[in-house]
């Protein structure tokens, strides 16, 4: 059998497969290393991985990971599963590669994520053949969910929003602001407690301030991401993640502005990606 997964900072989804057939899917939290040790990965994984699958019949591992691009970073996603799966061979590899395979196949185009983080990269069918730096969510991640939760938080804390905005909000979480400055500072994970917010900002996506806030968002993207591949206005672009499903009007408006055209938004990859690898 054959397991794949696709991790983001937030979630990984996992797919087994035998005779290329999926025969099992499942959830467990985000396996990203610059977040995480090789421990909180196995302990997630002796919690959370079904009873029912026998894991001495796993032979093979694909595992797509976002942090996973250095050595350093993928040993110590390796480790951790090598500590559970003990008898898989197991290939590590960056979630935008999983993202391209599972966008494109063996076409070519530009390929993005937009869920918790966000980056990107252009893909020629085989492999990745140039990307933009990802800075994470204190520099970069424009147009993912961090980045759209630090826009919304910021002017919250300058009470720069409506005030139905304001109490909406506040009976929704019923955050004070000095809870809100200590899961950003002091929490782990201040990444997914920033994007958390997305949801709430969706459903009052119609009001005015907000509406700007998101189109800001995937502009920001547009700026210093996709415009930045040589002849972009003419590669297809495609998008997977929660926040550009969620999102996708907004997000095929802001392309057009562009003169650019999105034709595809996956929210997760983890079904085509097994697609890939049965062909």
């Known amino acids: 059998m054959i397991l794949i997964a696709d991790s983001g900072s937030t979630n990984t989804d996992w797919v087994l497969t035998k005779n290329n057939k999926i ?15 090789s421990n909180d990965i196995f302990n997630e ?10 894991i001495n019949e796993i032979t093979k591992i694909f595992f797509y990971g976002a942090g996973c691009s250095t050595v350093e970073m993928n040993e110590i996603v390796r480790l951790g599963l ?9 290939e590590i590899n960056h ?20 869920g918790t983080g966000a980056s990107s990269c252009h893909y020629d069918g085989f492999k990745i053949t140039n990307g933009v ?11 993912g969910g961090d980045y759209l939760g630090k826009l919304f938080i910021t002017d919250y804390l300058y009470e720069r929003l409506p005030e139905d905005i304001n109490q909406a909000f506040f009976e929704k979480y019923k955050l004070t602001n000095n809870q809100i400055m200590h899961n950003i500072y002091k929490e782990p994970h201040p990444n997914r407690f920033l994007a958390s917010f997305c949801e709430f900002i ?4 119609k009001d005015l301030i907000l509406s700007d806030m998101i189109n ?29 499903f969620y999102f996708k009007n907004q997000l095929k408006e802001v392309a057009k502005s562009f003169n650019s055209n999105i034709d595809l938004i996956e929210r997760a990859p983890i079904t085509r990606l097994a697609q890939y690898h049965f062909n």
């Open 23 to 37: 025969i099992s899917t499942f959830v467990t939290n985000g396996f990203n290393p610059y977040f995480i040790q």
């Open 45 to 54: 994984l002796k919690q959370r991985f079904p009873t029912n699958i026998k």
């Open 82 to 90: 090598r500590k559970f799966f003990i008898n898989s061979n197991i």
């Open 95 to 114: 979630d935008l590669l999983g993202a391209a395979r599972a966008l494109f196949m063996n076409d070519s185009g530009i390929a993005a994520i937009l």
């Open 133 to 143: 730096p990802s800075l994470g969510y204190v520099l970069g991640d424009e147009g």
């Open 202 to 205: 969706s459903e009052h996506s």
């Open 216 to 244: 800001k968002s995937f502009t920001d993207l547009f700026v210093n991401q996709i415009t930045k591949y040589e002849d972009y206005k003419n590669c297809k672009i495609r998008f997977v993640g929660s926040i550009a």
